[in-house]
């Protein structure tokens, strides 16, 4: 299947730093891909969907100035936590939809674990 | 909230044995998907079942999907200890966007 990967896979920050988290599709092309975040043991909740060559579309209840998306080339999406605090400590998913896929599967990057200390 | 629910929220299993997961969600889909997460890990896609689809069988894995229940149940068949980790149901209802269910932790023992 497809691959999509991130980077850094683990990252600890000082409160009020801010923090790049880079999502790449690896064989395919993505126009879309999707940024979640995830608490432990807790479900994935969708923070945005980041479109190529245009404005992310942020979910209801995500501040889209703290959580700031550059979706720059077909196969590179980030997400940038500014001034990050305790409370955003959390693992960050991505995931891209392969468009030349037979299926709608969307295909997830390994993840990116951000403590704020 | 569109989350859909998962049930049971935690399931323990000898090795050899069936598991099976059911998924309730509450607004009408394009399809329904299945994933896998090992701990702290990302997700695995398992296999897709869409709407006009009532089952869909992948290995040891089968699927099943009411529309007019708004459910779906994963059942894996001869379960291995390989087999421990959480699995999530995503509903695909617009644009590709996903709504995950709340999850099921397997736990398989030897």
């Known amino acids: 299947g497809a691959v999509v990967s991130q980077h850094p896979s683990r990252v600890i920050c000082k409160s009020g730093t801010s923090v790049k988290i880079e999502c790449r599709s690896l064989?395919?092309?993505?126009?879309?891909m999707f940024w979640y975040r995830q608490f432990p043991k807790q479900s994935l909740m969708l923070m945005a969907t980041s479109n190529e060559g245009s404005k992310a579309t942020y979910e209801q209840g995500v501040e889209k100035d703290k959580f700031l998306i550059n979706h720059a080339s077909l196969t590179l999406s980030t997400l940038t936590v500014t001034s990050a605090h305790p409370e955003d400590s959390s693992f960050y998913i991505c995931s891209a939809r392969d468009p030349g896929g037979l299926t709608d599967t969307q295909y997830f990057g390994p993840g990116t674990r951000l403590t704020v200390l | 909230s569109q989350q859909g629910e998962e049930d049971p929220q935690a399931l323990s299993i000898q090795e050899g044995e069936n598991a099976t997961m059911n998924c309730s969600y509450k607004t009408s889909i394009n399809n329904l998907q299945w994933y896998r997460q090992n701990s702290g890990r990302g997700l695995v896609h398992l296999i897709l079942?869409?709407?006009?689809?009532r089952e869909k069988h992948s290995g040891r894995l089968r699927v099943t999907l009411d529309t007019s229940k708004k459910s779906s149940s994963l059942l894996i068949t001869a379960s291995r200890a390989a087999d421990t980790a959480s699995y999530f149901c995503a509903t695909d209802h617009t644009a590709s966007k996903l709504t995950f269910g709340t999850g099921t932790r397997l736990q398989v023992t030897l």
């Open positions: 079942i869409r709407s006009n689809e």
């Open positions: 064989d395919f092309q993505a126009t879309t």
